[in-house]
């Protein structure tokens, strides 16, 4: 393998001048940088990418923080966050926060030592003081999907609020006279978002009651220990929409082990519109969120601050959610 002295002796120049070429940095005359890069062709020189890193604090690295890449949201994110940056020359590195706080923190000091370009954010347990502090550190940084409301930093989300309306509104619409609401963390943007859309939807109908409304964590047993709950309080409930698709797999199931019919006596709806939304019988109506745009529009913005190109002014970057109707709600859909 190549090295950069073994560069420099074919050139006929110092190693500094080869590093000057290679780092774009300091003046070479063009006559010795052609003959420097020439010589990496010829030996297929690959320079190292932590040695210019430290030279540079530029390493072409990019890092996301997820909270549970279990979640299939998370996973389709990270595929649009990858191949992004793969077409601007950088690489990711992905990290699991397990939403702790403590995680999350440790990830971002490591980070920092080794001088990553910039992080994407898809957790919420960073608090305004660290996002201060990792502005003053000059740090690029971007917020996808939970990211703060209010907020001096970008943030690439979908409109959860009007999603959730539009959920319950479709549920309305093929019948429904009683809606239920399985929540996700209220401590997420995401999660109180769409339960303020859910409870805007429905406070004003006589059969409205906060009892309707049972936590599920965004995860699949989440929504079935949900539903058991909500058919003991509520056994007259014929229309239920989960905050995410993930609890509505878990609706789906434990209806299905109760022997309830999905849609004749309970319909239902999700949100976030992942793939495994296909493959369960009935097919799961969901608020479809467009996941990969979202990461994308994430990782431009991200390292167009990291090379400093101009960048808009609006901070707060929204995607629509829309309504992707099929049998878990509409009867003339299922399977014969």
Known sequence: MATIRDVAKLAGVSVATVSRVINKSGYVNKETEQAVQQAIKMLNYEPNRVAR??????????????????????????????????????????????????????????????????????????????ISAMNDAGIPLVFLDR???????YVVRSKNYEG??????????VGCKKIAHIYGPQETATGKERMLGYEDSVRHFDWFTPSLMVPGHFRINGGM????????????????????????????????????????????CGFDGIE???????????????????????????????????????????????LVARGSSRKDMKTP
Do not use: W
Not at 237 to 265: E, H, R, T, W, Y
């Open 53 to 130: 890193g430290l030279a540079s604090k530029k390493t072409e690295t990019i890092a996301l923080i997820m909270p549970n890449i279990s979640n299939p949201f998370f996973a389709e994110l990270a595929r649009a966050v990858e191949d992004v940056a793969r077409s601007y020359g950088y690489t990711v590195l992905i990290c699991n926060s397990d939403n702790e706080s403590d995680k999350e923190q440790t990830y971002i000091n490591v980070l920092k030592r080794r001088y990553v370009d910039g992080i994407l954010f898809a957790t919420h347990s960073l608090q305004a003081a660290d």
């Open 147 to 153: 990211g703060p409301s209010e907020s001096s930093c």
């Open 276 to 322: 495994l939304t296909v493959i369960t019988e009935p097919e799961l109506t969901t608020i479809a969120q467009p996941i990969y745009d979202i990461g994308a529009l994430s990782t431009q913005l991200l390292v167009k601050k990291i090379e400093g190109e101009a960048v808009d002014n609006q901070y707060i970057y929204e995607f629509d959610a829309e």
């Open 225 to 268: 220990e949900a539903v058991e709950q909500l058919m003991a309080r509520h056994p007259d409930v014929d229309g239920i929409f989960c905050g995410n698709d993930l609890m509505a797999l878990g609706a789906l199931k434990k209806l299905q082990q109760m022997g309830m019919s999905v849609p004749d006596q309970v319909a239902l």
């Open 164 to 173: 959730a309306k539009k959920a319950v509104a479709h549920l309305l619409d």
